[in-house]
Protein backbone atom coordinates (compact mmCIF):
# COMPACT_ATOMS: atom_id res chain seq x y z
CA UNK A 1 0.00 0.00 0.00
CA UNK A 2 3.18 2.58 0.10
CA UNK A 3 4.05 1.93 -2.92
CA UNK A 4 1.98 4.30 -6.11
CA UNK A 5 2.50 5.20 -9.33
CA UNK A 6 1.38 9.19 -9.99
CA UNK A 7 0.45 9.33 -13.47
CA UNK A 8 1.35 12.89 -15.48
CA UNK A 9 1.26 14.28 -18.79
CA UNK A 10 4.23 16.02 -20.14
CA UNK A 11 5.18 18.21 -23.65
CA UNK A 12 8.57 19.25 -24.44
CA UNK A 13 8.81 23.32 -24.10
CA UNK A 14 9.37 23.79 -27.73
CA UNK A 15 5.41 22.74 -28.01
CA UNK A 16 4.80 26.12 -25.86
CA UNK A 17 3.36 28.25 -29.32
CA UNK A 18 1.86 25.47 -30.52
CA UNK A 19 -0.75 25.04 -27.52
CA UNK A 20 -1.57 28.30 -26.63
CA UNK A 21 -2.41 28.46 -30.34
CA UNK A 22 -5.04 25.80 -29.60
CA UNK A 23 -6.00 26.99 -26.69
CA UNK A 24 -9.79 26.07 -26.03
CA UNK A 25 -9.72 23.16 -28.60
CA UNK A 26 -9.68 19.56 -27.62
CA UNK A 27 -6.82 17.39 -28.50
CA UNK A 28 -5.41 14.08 -28.38
CA UNK A 29 -2.67 12.77 -26.23
CA UNK A 30 -0.59 10.01 -26.96
CA UNK A 31 1.46 7.79 -24.52
CA UNK A 32 5.33 8.51 -25.31
CA UNK A 33 6.01 5.78 -22.92
CA UNK A 34 9.03 5.29 -19.83
CA UNK A 35 11.82 7.79 -20.76
CA UNK A 36 14.94 5.67 -19.96
CA UNK A 37 17.14 7.24 -16.97
CA UNK A 38 19.33 4.20 -16.30
CA UNK A 39 22.17 6.07 -13.71
CA UNK A 40 19.15 7.60 -11.43
CA UNK A 41 19.64 4.51 -8.51
CA UNK A 42 22.90 5.40 -8.79
CA UNK A 43 25.08 7.34 -5.71
CA UNK A 44 26.37 10.36 -7.72
CA UNK A 45 29.96 10.64 -8.83
CA UNK A 46 30.21 14.26 -6.62
CA UNK A 47 28.75 12.74 -3.70
CA UNK A 48 31.40 12.69 -1.20
CA UNK A 49 32.12 9.45 1.24
CA UNK A 50 33.62 8.72 4.44
CA UNK A 51 35.36 7.39 7.05
CA UNK A 52 35.09 11.16 8.72
CA UNK A 53 38.02 13.33 9.21
CA UNK A 54 39.52 12.68 12.88
CA UNK A 55 37.79 9.50 13.95
CA UNK A 56 37.27 7.52 10.95
CA UNK A 57 33.88 7.09 11.90
CA UNK A 58 31.36 5.94 9.08
CA UNK A 59 29.26 8.55 7.83
CA UNK A 60 27.29 9.51 5.77
CA UNK A 61 24.29 7.99 7.84
CA UNK A 62 21.79 7.57 5.02
CA UNK A 63 21.39 8.60 1.47
CA UNK A 64 18.32 10.15 -0.34
CA UNK A 65 17.19 11.09 -3.61
CA UNK A 66 19.64 14.74 -3.99
CA UNK A 67 20.39 14.71 -8.18
CA UNK A 68 18.55 17.27 -10.25
CA UNK A 69 15.62 17.79 -7.63
CA UNK A 70 12.94 20.91 -7.99
CA UNK A 71 12.15 22.91 -5.45
CA UNK A 72 10.96 26.06 -4.00
CA UNK A 73 13.21 29.08 -5.39
CA UNK A 74 14.11 31.33 -2.49
CA UNK A 75 12.69 35.39 -3.51
CA UNK A 76 11.42 34.14 -6.66
CA UNK A 77 7.43 34.42 -5.64
CA UNK A 78 6.32 31.60 -7.59
CA UNK A 79 9.18 29.73 -9.10
CA UNK A 80 11.20 26.80 -8.82
CA UNK A 81 14.98 25.97 -9.16
CA UNK A 82 16.83 22.41 -9.82
CA UNK A 83 19.54 21.98 -7.69
CA UNK A 84 22.04 18.67 -6.58
CA UNK A 85 23.82 17.46 -3.79
CA UNK A 86 23.39 17.49 -0.10
CA UNK A 87 21.51 20.22 0.36
CA UNK A 88 18.38 18.38 -1.94
CA UNK A 89 19.22 15.01 0.08
CA UNK A 90 18.96 16.56 3.30
CA UNK A 91 15.02 18.22 3.14
CA UNK A 92 14.38 14.43 2.04
CA UNK A 93 15.54 13.25 5.47
CA UNK A 94 14.78 15.97 7.23
CA UNK A 95 10.93 15.04 5.79
CA UNK A 96 11.39 11.70 7.26
CA UNK A 97 12.22 12.88 10.51
CA UNK A 98 9.32 15.20 10.58
CA UNK A 99 6.80 12.39 9.81
CA UNK A 100 8.74 10.17 12.54
CA UNK A 101 8.52 12.93 15.04
CA UNK A 102 5.01 13.08 14.28
CA UNK A 103 3.80 9.54 14.89
CA UNK A 104 6.20 9.30 18.11
CA UNK A 105 6.49 12.98 20.09
CA UNK A 106 8.22 11.18 22.66
CA UNK A 107 11.02 9.54 21.02
CA UNK A 108 14.58 11.12 21.71
CA UNK A 109 16.78 12.71 18.37
CA UNK A 110 18.49 9.71 19.11
CA UNK A 111 15.59 6.91 18.72
CA UNK A 112 14.60 9.14 15.46
CA UNK A 113 17.79 8.54 13.82
CA UNK A 114 18.00 5.44 14.25
CA UNK A 115 14.28 4.66 13.42
CA UNK A 116 15.52 6.48 10.11
CA UNK A 117 19.07 4.44 9.72
CA UNK A 118 17.46 0.48 10.55
CA UNK A 119 14.92 0.95 8.24
CA UNK A 120 16.94 2.45 5.05
CA UNK A 121 17.30 0.10 1.94
CA UNK A 122 20.53 -1.27 0.19
CA UNK A 123 18.48 -3.26 -1.88
CA UNK A 124 19.95 -3.22 -5.71
CA UNK A 125 15.92 -1.87 -6.96
CA UNK A 126 16.92 0.95 -5.03
CA UNK A 127 20.69 1.77 -4.83
CA UNK A 128 23.25 0.45 -7.61
CA UNK A 129 26.45 -0.70 -6.33
CA UNK A 130 25.54 0.37 -2.27
CA UNK A 131 28.84 1.15 -0.14
CA UNK A 132 28.42 2.15 3.27
CA UNK A 133 31.08 4.98 3.00
CA UNK A 134 29.24 7.07 0.51
CA UNK A 135 25.75 6.22 1.07
CA UNK A 136 25.66 4.68 4.97
CA UNK A 137 22.79 2.69 5.71
CA UNK A 138 20.90 2.76 2.78
CA UNK A 139 17.94 4.61 0.97
CA UNK A 140 15.73 6.27 3.44
CA UNK A 141 12.14 4.44 3.54
CA UNK A 142 9.61 6.70 5.00
CA UNK A 143 6.78 4.57 5.95
CA UNK A 144 9.20 1.77 7.44
CA UNK A 145 11.06 4.64 9.53
CA UNK A 146 7.38 5.82 10.80
CA UNK A 147 6.41 1.89 11.33
CA UNK A 148 8.93 0.40 13.24
CA UNK A 149 8.45 -0.30 16.69
CA UNK A 150 11.79 -1.10 17.11
CA UNK A 151 15.18 0.51 17.07
CA UNK A 152 18.82 -0.33 16.87
CA UNK A 153 21.59 2.70 18.52
CA UNK A 154 25.18 2.16 19.22
CA UNK A 155 25.65 4.84 21.82
CA UNK A 156 26.92 8.58 21.63
CA UNK A 157 23.95 9.03 19.44
CA UNK A 158 24.36 6.67 16.61
CA UNK A 159 23.13 3.52 15.21
CA UNK A 160 26.51 2.51 13.41
CA UNK A 161 29.62 0.51 13.92
CA UNK A 162 32.16 2.54 13.71
CA UNK A 163 35.08 0.73 14.77
CA UNK A 164 37.33 3.97 13.16
CA UNK A 165 40.81 4.06 12.55
CA UNK A 166 43.01 0.80 14.26
CA UNK A 167 46.98 0.36 13.51
CA UNK A 168 47.87 -3.03 15.50
CA UNK A 169 51.02 -4.42 16.13
CA UNK A 170 49.49 -7.76 16.43
CA UNK A 171 45.59 -9.51 15.40
CA UNK A 172 43.01 -7.02 15.43
CA UNK A 173 39.61 -7.13 17.75
CA UNK A 174 37.96 -4.44 19.01
CA UNK A 175 34.24 -4.90 20.82
CA UNK A 176 31.13 -2.63 20.45
CA UNK A 177 27.60 -3.11 21.64
CA UNK A 178 24.06 -2.39 20.12
CA UNK A 179 21.12 -1.36 21.52
CA UNK A 180 17.58 -2.67 20.30
CA UNK A 181 14.66 -0.87 21.92
CA UNK A 182 11.34 -2.71 21.26
CA UNK A 183 8.29 -0.24 22.30
CA UNK A 184 5.78 -2.69 21.19
CA UNK A 185 3.31 -4.89 23.25
CA UNK A 186 4.81 -7.75 22.24
CA UNK A 187 8.13 -9.95 22.59
CA UNK A 188 10.25 -9.66 19.60
CA UNK A 189 12.86 -12.16 18.89
CA UNK A 190 15.72 -11.44 16.39
CA UNK A 191 18.62 -13.23 14.33
CA UNK A 192 21.71 -11.10 13.77
CA UNK A 193 23.41 -11.61 10.37
CA UNK A 194 26.42 -10.12 8.94
CA UNK A 195 26.59 -8.94 5.21
CA UNK A 196 30.49 -7.84 3.93
CA UNK A 197 30.66 -4.93 0.89
CA UNK A 198 33.77 -5.40 -0.42
CA UNK A 199 36.72 -7.50 0.63
CA UNK A 200 36.39 -8.55 3.92
CA UNK A 201 40.35 -8.55 4.12
CA UNK A 202 39.97 -11.52 7.16
CA UNK A 203 38.13 -10.01 8.97
CA UNK A 204 34.86 -12.00 10.71
CA UNK A 205 32.20 -10.64 13.18
CA UNK A 206 31.25 -12.41 15.94
CA UNK A 207 28.52 -11.94 18.66
CA UNK A 208 27.88 -12.46 21.71
CA UNK A 209 24.58 -14.10 21.17
CA UNK A 210 22.83 -14.23 17.46
CA UNK A 211 19.60 -15.15 18.73
CA UNK A 212 18.29 -12.66 20.54
CA UNK A 213 14.52 -12.09 22.57
CA UNK A 214 13.39 -8.26 23.00
CA UNK A 215 10.29 -8.51 25.43
CA UNK A 216 7.68 -5.85 25.51
CA UNK A 217 8.33 -2.11 25.92
CA UNK A 218 11.98 -3.03 26.64
CA UNK A 219 15.53 -3.17 25.62
CA UNK A 220 18.63 -5.38 25.39
CA UNK A 221 22.19 -5.22 24.56
CA UNK A 222 24.25 -7.40 22.30
CA UNK A 223 28.48 -7.36 22.12
CA UNK A 224 29.17 -7.14 18.55
CA UNK A 225 33.37 -7.71 17.89
CA UNK A 226 35.47 -6.78 14.56
CA UNK A 227 38.32 -9.43 14.84
CA UNK A 228 41.10 -9.90 12.14
CA UNK A 229 43.82 -12.58 12.93
CA UNK A 230 47.57 -11.77 12.25
CA UNK A 231 48.23 -13.52 9.23
CA UNK A 232 45.33 -11.29 7.95
CA UNK A 233 46.60 -7.98 9.19
CA UNK A 234 50.07 -9.38 7.96
CA UNK A 235 48.45 -9.88 4.45
CA UNK A 236 47.04 -5.89 4.09
CA UNK A 237 48.23 -3.77 1.54
CA UNK A 238 51.53 -1.47 2.65
CA UNK A 239 50.51 2.02 3.40
CA UNK A 240 52.74 3.53 -0.05
CA UNK A 241 51.32 1.33 -1.85
CA UNK A 242 48.05 2.73 -1.98
CA UNK A 243 46.77 5.63 -3.86
CA UNK A 244 47.19 9.00 -2.13
CA UNK A 245 43.13 9.69 -1.97
CA UNK A 246 42.18 5.68 -0.97
CA UNK A 247 41.34 4.47 2.34
CA UNK A 248 41.67 0.76 3.22
CA UNK A 249 38.47 -0.47 5.02
CA UNK A 250 36.66 -3.17 6.22
CA UNK A 251 32.39 -2.68 5.69
CA UNK A 252 29.36 -3.81 5.67
CA UNK A 253 25.98 -4.37 7.73
CA UNK A 254 24.65 -5.90 11.02
CA UNK A 255 21.01 -7.05 10.18
CA UNK A 256 18.81 -7.98 13.52
CA UNK A 257 15.82 -10.00 11.25
CA UNK A 258 12.73 -10.51 13.57
CA UNK A 259 11.46 -14.60 13.02
CA UNK A 260 8.13 -13.02 12.75
CA UNK A 261 7.39 -10.25 10.83
CA UNK A 262 4.62 -7.89 10.04
CA UNK A 263 3.78 -4.45 9.47
CA UNK A 264 6.32 -2.17 12.01
CA UNK A 265 8.43 -5.66 12.57
CA UNK A 266 11.15 -4.97 9.95
CA UNK A 267 14.46 -6.09 9.75
CA UNK A 268 16.81 -3.47 11.37
CA UNK A 269 19.77 -2.12 9.59
CA UNK A 270 23.49 -1.48 11.63
CA UNK A 271 26.44 -0.18 8.98
CA UNK A 272 30.32 -1.03 10.02
CA UNK A 273 33.47 -0.09 9.27
CA UNK A 274 37.13 -0.46 10.39
CA UNK A 275 40.33 1.21 8.85
CA UNK A 276 42.81 -1.47 9.66
CA UNK A 277 46.52 -0.58 9.38
CA UNK A 278 49.26 -3.38 10.35
CA UNK A 279 52.42 -2.05 10.95
CA UNK A 280 55.88 -2.39 10.36
CA UNK A 281 58.88 -1.48 12.77
CA UNK A 282 61.85 -0.85 11.05
CA UNK A 283 64.88 0.37 13.21
CA UNK A 284 68.27 1.44 12.45
CA UNK A 285 71.31 0.37 14.42
CA UNK A 286 74.63 1.46 14.46
CA UNK A 287 76.79 1.96 11.52
CA UNK A 288 80.20 0.31 11.63
CA UNK A 289 83.22 -0.71 9.08
CA UNK A 290 84.02 3.12 7.98
CA UNK A 291 86.86 3.27 5.34
CA UNK A 292 87.93 5.89 3.55
CA UNK A 293 88.88 5.72 -0.10
CA UNK A 294 89.43 8.31 -3.10
CA UNK A 295 88.06 10.68 -0.94
CA UNK A 296 84.47 8.59 -0.18
CA UNK A 297 83.98 7.29 3.35
CA UNK A 298 81.97 4.17 3.41
CA UNK A 299 80.07 1.92 5.90
CA UNK A 300 77.26 -0.22 6.40
CA UNK A 301 74.01 0.11 8.93
CA UNK A 302 71.78 -3.12 10.03
CA UNK A 303 67.98 -2.62 9.19
CA UNK A 304 65.57 -5.00 11.29
CA UNK A 305 61.98 -5.17 10.99
CA UNK A 306 60.43 -5.87 14.34
CA UNK A 307 56.99 -5.35 13.28
CA UNK A 308 54.22 -7.74 12.20
CA UNK A 309 53.44 -6.12 8.57
CA UNK A 310 56.36 -5.73 6.05
CA UNK A 311 58.20 -2.54 6.02
CA UNK A 312 60.44 -0.63 3.31
CA UNK A 313 63.28 1.36 4.19
CA UNK A 314 63.37 4.53 1.40
CA UNK A 315 66.39 6.32 2.59
CA UNK A 316 67.26 9.94 1.74
CA UNK A 317 69.75 12.61 2.40
CA UNK A 318 68.73 14.35 5.66
CA UNK A 319 68.00 18.04 4.91
CA UNK A 320 66.98 19.23 8.45
CA UNK A 321 64.48 18.72 11.44
CA UNK A 322 62.04 21.67 13.17
CA UNK A 323 60.86 21.68 16.71
CA UNK A 324 57.70 20.59 18.04
CA UNK A 325 55.13 23.76 17.73
CA UNK A 326 51.97 21.70 18.72
CA UNK A 327 50.34 21.90 15.57
CA UNK A 328 49.03 18.12 14.81
CA UNK A 329 49.53 16.98 11.39
CA UNK A 330 51.38 20.18 10.21
CA UNK A 331 53.86 20.19 12.78
CA UNK A 332 57.20 19.68 11.03
CA UNK A 333 59.55 17.08 12.46
CA UNK A 334 62.31 16.53 9.07
CA UNK A 335 62.77 16.55 5.64
CA UNK A 336 64.83 14.71 2.85
CA UNK A 337 65.69 14.79 -0.07
CA UNK A 338 66.37 12.21 -3.00
CA UNK A 339 67.78 11.68 -6.52
CA UNK A 340 66.88 8.62 -8.63
CA UNK A 341 67.63 7.93 -12.04
CA UNK A 342 65.40 9.87 -14.53
CA UNK A 343 63.68 6.55 -16.14
CA UNK A 344 61.89 6.37 -12.40
CA UNK A 345 60.05 9.43 -13.45
CA UNK A 346 59.39 8.89 -17.25
CA UNK A 347 61.91 11.35 -17.43
CA UNK A 348 64.84 11.34 -20.21
CA UNK A 349 68.43 9.78 -18.94
CA UNK A 350 70.01 12.81 -18.41
CA UNK A 351 67.53 14.54 -15.98
CA UNK A 352 66.67 13.28 -12.57
CA UNK A 353 62.99 12.35 -10.44
CA UNK A 354 63.46 14.37 -7.35
CA UNK A 355 61.83 13.30 -4.05
CA UNK A 356 61.51 15.03 -1.41
CA UNK A 357 60.48 13.50 1.93
CA UNK A 358 58.44 15.28 4.60
CA UNK A 359 57.78 13.59 8.29
CA UNK A 360 55.68 15.42 10.83
CA UNK A 361 55.13 14.83 14.40
CA UNK A 362 51.32 14.61 14.18
CA UNK A 363 49.03 12.13 12.06
CA UNK A 364 46.49 13.53 8.97
CA UNK A 365 43.33 11.59 8.47
CA UNK A 366 43.61 12.98 5.04
CA UNK A 367 46.89 15.20 3.20
CA UNK A 368 44.35 17.19 1.03
CA UNK A 369 43.33 19.36 4.27
CA UNK A 370 46.78 20.71 4.36
CA UNK A 371 49.18 22.43 2.36
CA UNK A 372 52.59 21.56 2.00
CA UNK A 373 54.98 24.56 0.18
CA UNK A 374 58.47 23.58 -0.70
CA UNK A 375 60.75 26.31 -1.73
CA UNK A 376 63.14 25.95 -3.86
CA UNK A 377 66.76 28.53 -4.07
CA UNK A 378 68.53 27.63 -7.30
CA UNK A 379 70.84 29.93 -7.51
CA UNK A 380 71.44 29.81 -3.84
CA UNK A 381 70.78 33.66 -3.17
CA UNK A 382 68.50 33.23 -0.03
CA UNK A 383 65.15 33.90 -2.73
CA UNK A 384 63.30 30.96 -3.61
CA UNK A 385 63.11 30.44 -7.40
CA UNK A 386 60.68 28.08 -7.29
CA UNK A 387 57.54 26.58 -5.04
CA UNK A 388 56.49 23.27 -5.31
CA UNK A 389 52.44 23.31 -3.94
CA UNK A 390 51.50 19.76 -2.71
CA UNK A 391 47.32 20.02 -1.92
CA UNK A 392 44.27 18.91 -3.19
CA UNK A 393 44.10 19.47 -6.69
CA UNK A 394 40.49 20.39 -7.34
CA UNK A 395 40.94 23.11 -5.03
CA UNK A 396 43.90 24.33 -6.89
CA UNK A 397 42.61 23.72 -10.30
CA UNK A 398 38.99 24.15 -9.18
CA UNK A 399 38.27 26.01 -6.05
CA UNK A 400 36.30 22.27 -4.94
CA UNK A 401 37.96 19.81 -2.94
CA UNK A 402 38.16 16.62 -4.51
CA UNK A 403 40.53 14.36 -1.81
CA UNK A 404 43.07 14.32 -4.52
CA UNK A 405 46.48 15.59 -3.57
CA UNK A 406 49.22 16.31 -6.15
CA UNK A 407 52.43 18.85 -6.24
CA UNK A 408 52.30 21.96 -8.46
CA UNK A 409 55.52 23.32 -9.82
CA UNK A 410 55.68 27.33 -10.04
CA UNK A 411 57.87 29.68 -11.25
CA UNK A 412 58.22 32.35 -8.56
CA UNK A 413 59.39 35.13 -11.09
CA UNK A 414 56.68 34.92 -13.73
CA UNK A 415 54.15 32.51 -11.87
CA UNK A 416 54.13 30.16 -14.67
CA UNK A 417 53.20 26.41 -13.88
CA UNK A 418 55.47 24.36 -14.94
CA UNK A 419 54.72 20.61 -14.02
CA UNK A 420 52.46 18.70 -12.19
CA UNK A 421 53.54 15.86 -10.40
CA UNK A 422 52.28 13.11 -7.71
CA UNK A 423 52.25 13.08 -4.53
CA UNK A 424 52.96 10.06 -2.07
CA UNK A 425 50.32 10.84 1.30
CA UNK A 426 48.84 8.18 2.47
CA UNK A 427 45.52 8.39 4.81
CA UNK A 428 46.07 8.38 8.13
CA UNK A 429 49.40 8.86 8.08
CA UNK A 430 52.31 11.59 9.12
CA UNK A 431 54.89 11.16 6.11
CA UNK A 432 54.40 12.52 2.11
CA UNK A 433 56.67 12.33 -0.39
CA UNK A 434 56.37 15.43 -2.98
CA UNK A 435 58.43 14.98 -6.48
CA UNK A 436 59.40 17.18 -9.41
CA UNK A 437 61.87 16.74 -12.07
CA UNK A 438 65.49 18.39 -11.84
CA UNK A 439 64.52 19.88 -14.94
CA UNK A 440 61.50 21.50 -13.69
CA UNK A 441 64.15 23.76 -11.96
CA UNK A 442 66.43 24.17 -14.87
CA UNK A 443 68.96 21.50 -13.18
CA UNK A 444 71.15 19.44 -15.47
CA UNK A 445 74.10 18.03 -14.31
CA UNK A 446 76.87 20.41 -13.74
CA UNK A 447 74.64 23.26 -12.08
CA UNK A 448 76.07 22.21 -8.58
CA UNK A 449 73.89 22.25 -5.38
CA UNK A 450 69.96 24.05 -4.70
CA UNK A 451 68.45 25.08 -1.36
CA UNK A 452 65.20 24.40 -0.08
CA UNK A 453 62.82 24.45 2.77
CA UNK A 454 59.68 23.53 3.38
CA UNK A 455 56.34 25.17 4.77
CA UNK A 456 52.85 23.35 5.93
CA UNK A 457 49.84 25.08 6.38
CA UNK A 458 46.46 23.54 7.64
CA UNK A 459 43.01 24.34 6.06
CA UNK A 460 41.00 23.39 9.21
CA UNK A 461 42.49 25.56 11.32
CA UNK A 462 45.14 24.20 12.84
CA UNK A 463 48.04 26.04 12.32
CA UNK A 464 50.74 26.74 10.06
CA UNK A 465 54.44 25.69 10.19
CA UNK A 466 57.16 27.80 8.37
CA UNK A 467 60.60 26.41 9.33
CA UNK A 468 63.38 28.86 9.49
CA UNK A 469 66.24 26.10 8.54
CA UNK A 470 67.54 25.13 4.88
CA UNK A 471 69.10 22.17 3.43
CA UNK A 472 70.86 22.29 0.55
CA UNK A 473 71.24 19.10 -2.14
CA UNK A 474 72.49 17.98 -5.16
CA UNK A 475 70.67 15.86 -7.25
CA UNK A 476 73.44 14.90 -9.49
CA UNK A 477 76.46 14.02 -7.67
CA UNK A 478 74.95 13.92 -3.81
CA UNK A 479 77.45 14.35 -1.00
CA UNK A 480 75.74 10.93 0.89
CA UNK A 481 74.17 7.86 -0.62
CA UNK A 482 70.49 7.70 -1.07
CA UNK A 483 67.50 6.43 -3.17
CA UNK A 484 68.59 2.80 -1.64
CA UNK A 485 65.13 0.78 -1.39
CA UNK A 486 64.91 -2.10 1.46
CA UNK A 487 61.90 -4.31 1.64
CA UNK A 488 62.68 -6.24 5.30
CA UNK A 489 59.68 -8.72 5.61
CA UNK A 490 58.11 -9.61 9.32
CA UNK A 491 61.64 -10.40 11.36
CA UNK A 492 63.42 -9.19 8.41
CA UNK A 493 67.26 -7.52 8.54
CA UNK A 494 69.19 -6.52 5.72
CA UNK A 495 72.81 -4.35 5.33
CA UNK A 496 72.20 -0.59 4.27
CA UNK A 497 75.71 0.74 2.33
CA UNK A 498 76.01 4.46 3.60
CA UNK A 499 78.68 6.68 2.08
CA UNK A 500 79.65 10.05 2.27
CA UNK A 501 81.35 12.22 -0.97
CA UNK A 502 83.84 14.55 1.22
CA UNK A 503 84.00 16.82 -1.59
CA UNK A 504 80.50 17.31 -2.34
CA UNK A 505 79.87 17.27 1.50
CA UNK A 506 81.71 21.26 1.47
CA UNK A 507 79.49 22.24 -1.08
CA UNK A 508 76.32 21.01 -0.26
CA UNK A 509 76.30 19.57 3.46
CA UNK A 510 74.05 17.05 5.21
CA UNK A 511 73.08 16.33 8.50
CA UNK A 512 72.51 12.39 7.55
CA UNK A 513 70.59 9.74 5.91
CA UNK A 514 66.52 9.56 6.77
CA UNK A 515 65.46 6.23 6.34
CA UNK A 516 61.83 6.54 5.70
CA UNK A 517 59.21 3.59 6.54
CA UNK A 518 55.42 4.70 5.87
CA UNK A 519 54.26 1.57 7.45
CA UNK A 520 55.45 2.38 10.62
CA UNK A 521 53.83 3.77 13.38
CA UNK A 522 52.74 7.51 12.88
CA UNK A 523 55.25 10.41 13.65
CA UNK A 524 59.06 10.16 14.35
CA UNK A 525 58.90 6.16 13.65
CA UNK A 526 58.22 6.94 10.27
CA UNK A 527 61.86 8.39 9.79
CA UNK A 528 64.79 7.77 11.55
CA UNK A 529 67.18 10.35 11.20
CA UNK A 530 70.97 9.12 11.04
CA UNK A 531 73.43 11.97 12.01
CA UNK A 532 76.65 11.97 9.81
CA UNK A 533 79.42 12.75 13.01
CA UNK A 534 82.53 14.72 12.34
CA UNK A 535 86.05 14.22 14.02
CA UNK A 536 87.86 16.94 15.38
CA UNK A 537 90.89 15.94 13.62
CA UNK A 538 89.15 16.48 10.44
CA UNK A 539 92.31 16.16 7.93
CA UNK A 540 92.96 12.72 9.49
CA UNK A 541 89.60 10.75 10.64
CA UNK A 542 87.31 12.95 7.75
CA UNK A 543 83.43 12.09 8.78
CA UNK A 544 84.20 8.26 9.79
CA UNK A 545 80.89 7.16 10.31
CA UNK A 546 77.22 7.72 11.42
CA UNK A 547 75.58 7.37 14.99
CA UNK A 548 72.06 6.52 15.30
CA UNK A 549 69.56 8.85 16.16
CA UNK A 550 66.92 7.94 18.77
CA UNK A 551 63.56 8.23 17.36
CA UNK A 552 62.13 11.80 18.40
CA UNK A 553 65.12 13.15 19.84
CA UNK A 554 66.73 16.46 18.03
CA UNK A 555 70.57 15.69 17.63
CA UNK A 556 72.83 18.86 16.56
CA UNK A 557 76.78 17.95 15.26
Known amino acids: PSEFTIPMIGTDKTAKAALIAAEGQSGTLKSGGIIANPTYKNTADFSSGGPREGDSALKPDVAAPGVSISSAFVGSGTEAQTL ?11 GVAALVVQA ?84 ITYRLSTSFVGS ?35 ALPGADTLPTESVLVVEGAVTAVPTVGGRGRYPLRIPFLVVPRSLSSVGAGAASNFSLAGGVSTGSVKLTNSGLHSGNADVYAWGYTDPRDGLKEVDLRAVGAQSLPGAFGDLPASDRLLGFAVNTYGTWTDAANSEVDLLVDTNRD ?26 FVVELTGGTLVDIWNVSAPTNGSTMVIYAAASDFGLADGSGAFDYSVDATSLEGFGEDHTSG ?88
Do not use: C, E
Not at 513 to 527: F, K, S, Y
Open 84 to 94: SGTSMAAPHTT
Open 104 to 187: HPTWSPMRVKGAIMNTASASASLIRGYDPRLDGSGVVQPRRAVDTVAVATTGWGQSSLSFGYDPRVGGLSDTQQIHISNTSGRA
Open 200 to 234: RLGATILYSRRIVRVKAHSSTTVNVTIRMLPPAMR
Open 382 to 407: GTPDFLVIAADSGLVLTGSSNGQVLG
Open 470 to 557: TASFDPFHSALSQGDFVTLTHGGHATLPVSVDLAHFADAPALGWMVVTMDDRNGAPQADLLSVVGASDKAAHPLPGVQPRGRGQAIAK
